[in-house]
C-alpha cells in the first residue's frame, strides 16, 4: 500500500512536492521523487512498506534503465510470476518484490499482464522506449487513481486532494455529478465531482501518449454474472467444499506479509469465515499465533455487534481486541475524518471504520476482512426485498396500493438501525419506480422526486441513474437477482464500500486485504445461479453452507447486520450540525432546511441525505483556492 503521483506537461518540482506530501499518511515509511532530465515529466511515490521492506523503493527501475514504475496495492501471486519470468530468462534485482515483478511483467507480456495479475493496485508504468505512461486499476478498484488531462498534460494522484496540489489541475465543480452524488451517495466512475478531474474505473487502462500529448481509456476488465445452470445439478455438499477450498487459498495468499498481520473481525458470516480460514492457515504456515482480531462497538445497541464478535473470537482462537465509538466522540471524530477525506464519498460508516483501523494500526500493518461476500452472495436485505416487490407489482395495485402508501407513509420514525418504518418506507420509494430503477432508489438517500425538489429543477430519472440502466442492461443475465448482483458490485462495492474502507484505513497507513475479491474465486462465484445464492428467504445460501463445518450454527445463521453508525440520532440531539451556509451550489434552501426539520422533530429520518450534504459541504469548503 502506498500513495502515487506524478504528470507530464506544465508544473515544476514544488508541483510534484505538494501532491506527493498529501499522502504522507499512505505512506510513511519512504519518499520518491524523480524529475526526467529532458520531458516535463516528474513521477512521485509515498511508501508503505509490507514486502521486500529493503528492497521496494520507488519509482523503480528497470536495469537498464527504460522502464519506471510508481505503484500502490499487491500482488498476490507475484511469486508464482517471477518464478515464471525467471524461467523465461528475466533476472531480479530484489529479494520479493512484487513491485519488480510488474516491470519484468510489462517487458515479457505487455499490457497483457493485466490478465495474469491477482491482487489489487493502481500504478503508473513509464515506458521510455515508446515515449508514454501506461496507467492501470485492478478489477474491482480496491485501490484509487485519479487523473486530470487535456492536450499535453496528464497528471495523477492516489487521491483527490493530492491532485488539486498541482497548480495547473483545476477545481471547477461539476453540477451533474454532484446531483448524481445525492442518488448513489458516491460519484460512479469515471467522474469525480470536478469537471476536469476523472479516475480510472476499476478494471480500467489510461495510456497517455507525449508525442500526441492524449490520454486514451477503456476497461480491460468487467465484472459480469454468467450463470451456469449446470451447476444447480452439481451435489451442493461439493460444490460447498470448492467454495471453502476458494476461500481458504485466497485468504492464503494474503497472509503474504513481512509485516504484522491482524483481522478485522465483526462476528457476522463474512469476517468469521475469513478469520476461520486464517487461523488454520497460521497453523499451517507456522506462523505466529494466535491472530489479533479487532471490532468496534458502539454505545447505541441496535449498532453495536461486540457480543458477537467476541462469541466468533473465543470460537476462532483469535487475540481479540474492542474499541468504542460513543455519542460524545462524534463531532471531533466527524471533523477529523472529513478534514482528512477530501472526496464525495457519502458512506458515514467510514467514521467507524476510521476508528477501527486506527485500533488496528497500533499492532499490525495489514488487516483482512469480509467486503465483497454479500455483493457476490446475495447477502443485503434488498435482495429478499425484491422477491417482495414481485408479488407486490403483481397483485397490489390501484386503490389498494395507494392505501398502503398512506399507511406505511404514517408509519411513527424510528432511528434504529434498519428499523421496521425505515425498510418499509425505503421500499414504498423503490416501489414507485420501474423494476430496473427501484434498488438505486433503495440505496439512495433521497427518492428522483425529493432530489429534483433539493434542486428546484427535474432531471429525467434515466439521466440520474443512467450507470444503473446501464449495469441493468448489460448483464448477460435476466434474472433480477443477477441484476441487482451487479449493481451491488458495480455501484456500491466498487464506488463506495472499497473506496471508503481504503481511504479510511489508509489514513493510519493500513493495508486491508479482501480474500471474497480473489480472481479465481470470483470467476467461480459469478457462475453460480443465483438459486445457490438466495434460497427462498435465505441470503448467502451456498456460503452458509460452506460454513457448517467450520464455524458455529448462531454465526451462520445471525441476520446480515451492516457496518453503521447512528448518525440520526446523532443529527437529532445536536451532535452532529451543517453549517449555515450552504456550499453546494444550486440547492433549494428551503428544501434543505424543511428536510432538517423533519429529521429534528422525529417526523422523518433523512440520516442518508444530511451526512450526505455534511460531507459535501466540507469537501468543497476544503479545495484549495
Not at 480510472?200 to 454468467?226: C, M, N
Not at 497453523?283 to 449498532?303: H, V
Not at 473470537?313 to 483469535?318: A, F, N, P
Request: hydrophobic share 40%.
Amino acid at each position: 500500500m502506498c500513495g502515487l503521483t506524478g504528470f507530464y506537461g506544465p508544473g515544476d518540482r514544488d508541483d510534484l512536492r505538494r501532491m506527493t506530501d498529501r499522502l504522507l499518511h499512505r505512506g510513511p515509511d519512504g519518499e520518491g521523487l524523480w524529475q526526467h532530465d529532458k520531458e516535463p515529466l516528474f513521477l512521485g511515490h509515498r511508501r508503505l512498506a509490507i514486502v521486500d521492506l529493503a528492497g521496494g523503493d520507488q519509482p523503480m527501475w528497470t536495469a537498464e534503465g527504460d522502464l519506471a514504475v510508481v505503484y500502490d496495492g499487491e500482488i498476490y501471486n507475484h511469486a508464482e510470476l517471477r518464478s515464471e519470468l525467471t524461467e523465461l530468462g528475466h533476472r531480479f534485482r530484489t529479494d520479493h518484490s512484487d513491485t519488480e515483478v510488474l516491470l519484468h511483467g510489462y517487458r515479457e507480456w505487455g499490457q497483457a499482464i493485466l490478465d495474469r495479475l491477482n491482487g489489487m493496485w493502481a500504478f503508473a508504468l513509464l515506458d521510455l522506449p515508446r515515449q508514454r505512461l501506461f496507467c492501470a486499476r485492478d478489477r474491482f478498484g480496491q485501490k484509487p487513481f485519479f487523473y486530470a488531462t487535456r492536450p499535453g498534460f496528464f497528471a495523477f494522484a492516489s487521491e483527490l486532494p493530492a491532485l488539486l496540489a498541482h497548480r495547473h489541475v483545476s477545481a471547477e465543480l461539476d453540477p451533474v455529478a454532484i446531483r448524481k452524488y445525492f442518488a448513489y451517495n458516491t460519484v460512479p466512475s469515471p467522474g469525480t465531482g470536478y469537471r476536469h478531474i476523472a479516475q480510472l474505473e476499476p478494471g480500467g487502462v489510461a495510456v497517455f501518449e507525449f508525442g500526441s500529448g492524449v490520454a486514451r481509456t477503456r476497461r480491460w476488465w468487467r465484472f459480469a454474472i454468467e450463470p451456469d445452470p449446470a451447476m444447480l445439478h452439481e451435489r451442493e455438499d461439493r460444490l460447498a467444499e470448492r467454495l471453502r477450498s476458494l476461500l481458504a487459498t485466497a485468504v492464503t495468499r494474503r497472509l503474504m506479509a513481512d509485516v504484522p498481520i491482524g483481522l478485522f473481525l465483526s462476528g457476522g458470516l463474512d469476517s468469521s469465515m475469513v478469520t476461520a480460514m486464517a487461523t488454520g492457515a497460521v497453523r499451517t504456515l507456522a506462523m505466529q499465533a494466535p491472530l489479533p482480531s479487532f471490532s468496534i462497538g458502539f454505545d447505541e445497541p441496535s449498532f453495536d455487534e461486540t457480543a458477537a464478535a467476541r462469541a466468533a473470537s473465543r470460537h476462532l482462537g483469535t487475540d481479540h481486541r474492542v474499541c468504542t465509538l460513543s455519542r460524545n466522540q462524534a463531532p471531533q471524530l466527524v471533523d477529523e475524518v472529513l478534514g482528512k477525506l477530501g472526496q464525495w464519498l457519502g458512506d458515514s460508516s467510514i467514521l467507524p471504520t476510521y476508528q477501527l483501523s486506527a485500533h488496528a494500526r497500533e499492532s499490525v500493518t495489514v488487516a483482512l476482512g469480509g467486503d465483497g461476500a454479500d455483493e457476490l452472495f446475495a447477502g443485503y436485505a434488498p435482495f429478499r426485498a425484491l422477491q417482495t416487490a414481485g408479488w407486490y407489482r403483481r397483485y397490489v395495485r390501484g386503490r389498494l396500493h395507494r392505501a398502503v402508501t398512506l399507511c406505511v407513509a404514517a408509519l411513527p420514525t424510528s432511528h434504529r438501525h434498519m428499523s421496521f418504518d425505515f425498510k418499509l418506507k425505503k421500499a414504498m420509494k423503490g416501489l414507485a419506480v420501474s423494476p430496473r430503477l427501484q434498488v438505486p432508489v433503495w440505496m439512495s438517500s433521497l427518492a428522483p422526486k425529493e432530489i429534483d425538489q433539493l434542486f428546484g429543477e427535474p432531471m429525467p430519472t434515466a439521466e440520474l441513474f443512467s450507470e444503473a440502466i446501464d449495469v441493468w442492461d448489460r448483464c448477460p443475465s435476466v434474472d433480477p437477482i443477477d441484476r441487482a448482483l451487479e449493481f451491488f458490485t458495480h455501484l456500491y462495492l466498487s464506488e463506495g464500500i472499497l473506496a471508503k474502507v481504503d481511504r479510511a484505513a489508509m489514513m493510519h497507513g493500513l493495508e486491508v486485504r479482501s480474500p471474497f475479491l480473489d480472481i479465481e474465486l470470483v470467476d467461480w462465484v459469478r457462475r453460480l445461479p443465483a438459486a445457490l445464492k438466495l434460497r427462498g428467504r435465505h441470503t448467502k445460501y451456498l456460503l452458509r453452507k460452506a460454513a457448517r463445518p467450520i464455524l458455529p450454527r448462531k454465526v451462520i445463521a445471525r441476520a446480515q447486520q451492516g457496518f453503521a453508525v447512528p448518525v440520526g440520532p446523532w443529527f437529532r440531539d445536536g451532535r452532529l450540525a451543517l453549517d449555515a451556509t450552504r456550499r453546494v451550489a444550486g440547492l433549494d434552501e428551503a428544501e434543505v432546511q424543511r428536510l432538517m426539520r423533519e429529521h429534528r422533530e422525529g417526523r422523518a429520518d433523512h440520516r442518508l441525505f444530511l451526512w450526505n450534504l455534511l460531507v459535501a459541504d466540507r469537501v468543497i469548503a476544503d479545495v484549495p483556492k
